[in-house]
């Protein structure tokens, strides 16, 4: 998943890549690919952390590189390992759904096939059931993780700037608008933003 985090939080994944059964040398590829179309700076990779354990699946490596520290050299981007604590994860990814702080592009057709398809483990039912196709909700759940917790609130005040270069400042004015209206607001000023190749937007700080 590709996130572009807003300075108020909100979090919008805007692509993809679902690949099965794929080496590191494949998967490195393909985020390159990613990374040349939408001309962007990424600030960092967060991955499973069992890939820093894994030395088996990818080639002309160095011995003793496991897959996090490979991707990491081909791509030069720091790769960091996610938080796999599931139970606080999936609950982390809940409130973010429910205080409607996180959304997808519909071009991420799996994620949208996937996550909401997620069932409760029979034995744990606090945890998911790993047997289903989970790829999309655990890296959704890595990334929840390294975010702060969101909270919901009503804006009240009558004046919010969007953007922190004042070249791309928009003056919003609300009265008594709720959250859901200043993101969708939000959206379509970063699609208008995000069209434009000869910017670069800052996935991580949220800054042009």
Not at 163 to 184: A, F, H, M
Request: glycine content about 6%.
């Amino acid at each position: 998943m590709f996130w572009a985090v807003f300075p108020n939080g909100f979090c919008y994944c805007f692509d993809e890549i679902y690949v099965t059964g794929e080496t590191y040398d494949g998967i490195s590829d393909l985020i390159r690919e990613k990374v040349l179309r939408w001309n962007l700076r990424f600030e960092h990779i967060i991955a499973d952390p069992a890939i820093f354990g894994d030395k088996q699946h990818h080639r002309f490596s160095i011995a003793g590189e496991t897959g996090g520290e490979y991707l990491q050299s081909r791509l030069m981007i720091p790769v960091i390992a996610g938080d796999n604590r599931r139970v606080i994860g999936w609950n982390r990814m809940r409130v973010f759904l429910e205080s409607e702080t996180i959304a997808w592009h519909p071009r991420c057709k799996n994620c949208i096939r996937t996550i909401p398809t997620l069932v409760h483990d029979d034995i744990r039912p606090e945890d998911v059931d790993s047997d289903g196709d989970d790829h999309c909700g655990d890296a959704a759940r890595y990334f929840c993780m390294a975010r702060p917790v969101p909270k919901a609130k009503t804006i009240t005040e009558p004046e919010i700037l969007v953007g922190s270069n004042p070249d791309y400042n928009i003056k919003l004015v609300y009265n008594q608008r709720t959250v859901k209206e200043v993101i969708k607001k939000q959206l379509t000023e970063f699609e208008k933003r995000f069209n434009n190749r000869n910017r670069s937007y800052n996935i991580g700080t949220g800054r042009w």
